[in-house]
């Protein structure tokens, strides 16, 4: 009987809940432009008495039937699990990910932070956290809350407001409704996040007679909402009446796949394009009109430019404080906002003018729209100036003997070695710390699926399990995971998965022994590096100002059974990453870095509030200090 035929017969097939999830995730397709694919490539997961009997049973059956069905990979926490799925779906282009299962209490809390960080960056992730008894017959079970107001409630209801769909499925009946519902917002380009759905540990269980049809292929069309086309006439006007149009580029600009569509924009109309982290590598960075990073962490160049700007248009951006460097960034009196984006939480945001359509029609249509339109011949001249002298600084920064007077490297010298080995397609990760701000303003990509900095959620400890979804994505790239010893200590675990997999991944851990960007903020905030450096505390003073602790990152990584370089110098440090990219497994070059040394950097600010009042005379002039700052923001409503 084929799939269509069982499916008009009304004929049932008797599986448990968890066979039937499994069953069912295994049919989902997604398809754009014609092209078609599985939506979940597999299932990470770590088992306990919540789900071994149930999910656990299901993939195992499954791999036995049908070992392509839903392939299950082990993981070592389950935080790092729904990275992995993330870090997966944003190099994917969301057309793909991962389900995560989790046992019951610790186990599914431990997803919240990967919960929370895949619904701020908008990366589909299914999450399967397991539930308390359905039918309470033993309650309190281990580790349940036990709410005395609610007997119903348990840990996993703070997957709510983490959640862009949650669900909870007390009886089998309702699981192909709770499917289903997950599926409608993970291929929902507007609404995607992370999609829960809680499985009692008994429910998972129990046997059911599913309708045939429940497992049939089905294939979720991506849609691309086509732009108003009165919207493009008044568009066009702004851009035909603007003196100093900027470009705003974010994630949502790759994600639709419109990168030849924006160059074609930006060279046809002369309005020069600016990156948010997510948009980063939308255009390559030597292309003349691309001015680069905007806002907080922002270049010069790209910075100048939008300060003066009368016409912005964001494209697939949500505005974050970031990249309107706290709402400093637009300076002119009558600026005017334009948004094109897919969701309209974002569409609206600045009083900008909501274009809700798919980046690639709506670039398309502008293009049309201002056939015969150009910037001035000396605006586009600038803009390319302005650029090639933040580039030459860029490079200038990568070699500047650091090491030699002070036996350590500066951290720009360590992109300038990556900049040096990784090759065009080769992907750059981050998440945390001080490098995420400096990738931004400095690291030079050339490919659109090039730079993967999650700065959404700016969550230590994703690098490298980000870093494993990216390599498991894009097996035919090398992925150079960049992690501070902050983010290393935070989760290493994933190393043995790596390893255990045979994922090759490239980690640059720059141990520098504390918090170079934190630390760099408490001097802003006039805090002193308060708690920021890893030392050990002065028995004498009673702070944690002593030495520095004898922390040796390169010995616990070579524990997890990977291939460490230890490197000192830049030819060094050039060196092992020519050897860590000729490996064909993971790898990991330790290398010591300055915790004070700074990169260049752009002149955007970030608005984190000072102590109105203190005894501290350093927090006293970082309060007038900001307060003067404060001058500049402009609520933009
Ligand atoms: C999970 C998490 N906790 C806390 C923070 C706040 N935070 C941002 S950067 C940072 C320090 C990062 O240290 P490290 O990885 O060593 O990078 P460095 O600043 O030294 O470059 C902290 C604590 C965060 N972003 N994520
Ligand atoms: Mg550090």
Redesign the pocket.
């Known amino acids: 009987m084929t799939d269509e035929q069982a499916a008009g017969s009304g004929a049932t097939v008797r599986l448990t809940v968890a066979q039937a999830a499994v069953r069912f995730l295994s049919r989902q397709y997604v398809s754009r432009d014609g092209e078609r694919n599985r939506f979940f490539v597999g299932c990470f997961g770590i088992f306990g008495h919540g789900n071994v009997a149930g999910l656990g049973q299901a993939l195992l059956q499954s791999l036995q039937d049908d070992p392509t069905e839903l392939p299950y990979h082990q993981g070592r926490n389950e935080q790092a699990m729904v990275h992995i799925a993330a870090g997966y779906a944003r190099q994917r282009d969301r057309l793909a990910t991962f389900a995560v299962t989790a046992s019951v209490g610790p186990g599914s809390t431990n997803m919240l932070?990967g919960a929370a960080l895949a619904t701020v960056n908008r990366l589909p992730v299914l999450l399967l956290p397991s539930d308390i008894f359905a039918t309470r017959v033993a309650a309190p079970v281990l580790q349940e809350l036990e709410q005395p107001f609610g007997y119903d409630i348990s840990v996993n209801d703070a997957f709510r407001p983490l959640s862009k769909f949650f669900d909870r499925v007390w009886r089998p009946e309702q699981l192909p409704a709770a499917l289903l519902g997950a599926m409608r917002v993970l291929t929902d380009p507007a609404e995607t996040g992370a999609a829960t759905i809680c499985l009692p540990e008994d429910v998972q269980t129990e046997a059911f007679d599913w309708p045939v049809e429940l497992f049939a292929e089905r294939t979720w069309r991506i849609p691309r909402p086509v732009p108003d086309p009165e919207l493009i006439v008044e568009v066009a006007a702004l851009v035909r009446g603007a003196a100093a149009p900027l470009l705003v580029v974010g994630g949502g600009v790759t994600y639709a796949g419109a990168n030849a569509e924006l160059r074609a924009f930006v060279e046809l109309t002369g309005i020069p394009s600016s990156e948010t982290q997510a948009g980063k590598g939308a255009l390559p960075f030597d292309h003349p009109l691309n001015l680069g990073a905007v806002g907080a962490t922002g270049s010069p160049a790209a910075n100048a430019f939008a300060r003066r700007a009368d016409l912005v248009i964001g494209i697939g951006t949500r505005w974050s404080d970031f990249t309107t460097a706290s709402r400093t960034m637009f300076q002119h009196p009558g600026v005017r906002f334009v948004n094109i984006n897919v969701a309209r939480l974002d569409a609206v945001k600045l009083a900008g003018l909501p274009v809700l359509a798919d980046a690639t029609l709506a670039l398309t249509a502008l293009t049309e729209a201002l056939a015969g339109f150009s910037t001035p011949a000396d605006y586009r001249a600038e803009v390319t100036a302005t650029a090639r002298a933040w580039d030459e600084q860029v490079v200038a920064s990568h070699d500047i003997g650091w090491a030699a007077e002070h036996g350590v490297l500066a951290?720009s010298e360590v992109l300038g070695a990556l900049d040096e080995v990784m090759d065009v397609r080769d992907v750059i990760v981050c998440?945390?710390?001080?490098?995420p701000g400096d990738l931004h303003g400095l690291w030079r990509t050339r490919d659109r699926k090039g730079y993967h900095v999650e700065y959404g959620?700016?969550?230590?400890?994703y690098e490298i399990p980000g870093g494993i979804g990216v390599a498991l994505a894009a097996p035919d790239r090398d992925v150079f995971v960049t992690?501070?010893?902050?983010?290393?200590?935070?989760m290493p675990t994933e190393l043995v998965t790596a390893v255990q997999e045979g994922i090759k991944i490239i980690v640059v851990l720059?141990?520098?022994h504390?918090?170079?960007?934190?630390?760099?903020l408490t001097e802003q905030v006039g805090v002193q590096r308060f708690g920021?450096r890893y030392r050990y505390r002065d028995p004498e003073t009673g702070r944690l100002d002593g030495d520095v602790l004898p922390v040796d990152l390169a010995a616990n990584a070579e524990s997890l059974g990977i291939t460490v370089f230890r490197v000192t110098t830049r030819p060094e440090l050039v060196d092992a990453l020519r050897r860590a990219k000729a490996a064909t497994t993971a790898t990991l070059v330790h290398v010591p870095?300055d915790?004070l040394q700074q990169a260049p950097a752009g002149d955007g600010w970030w608005d984190v509030p000072v102590a109105e009042i203190s005894t501290l005379a350093v927090t006293r002039a970082a309060r007038a200090e900001y307060q003067a700052r404060k001058t500049a923001q402009r609520p933009l409503l």
Not at 431 to 435: C, D, H, K, Q
Not at 457 to 461: I, L, T
């Open positions: 932070t951290q998440a945390a710390g001080s490098l959620y700016s969550c230590m400890g992690v501070g010893d902050g983010s290393y200590l935070m720059l141990q520098n504390g918090y170079a960007s934190i630390g760099a920021t870095t915790l």
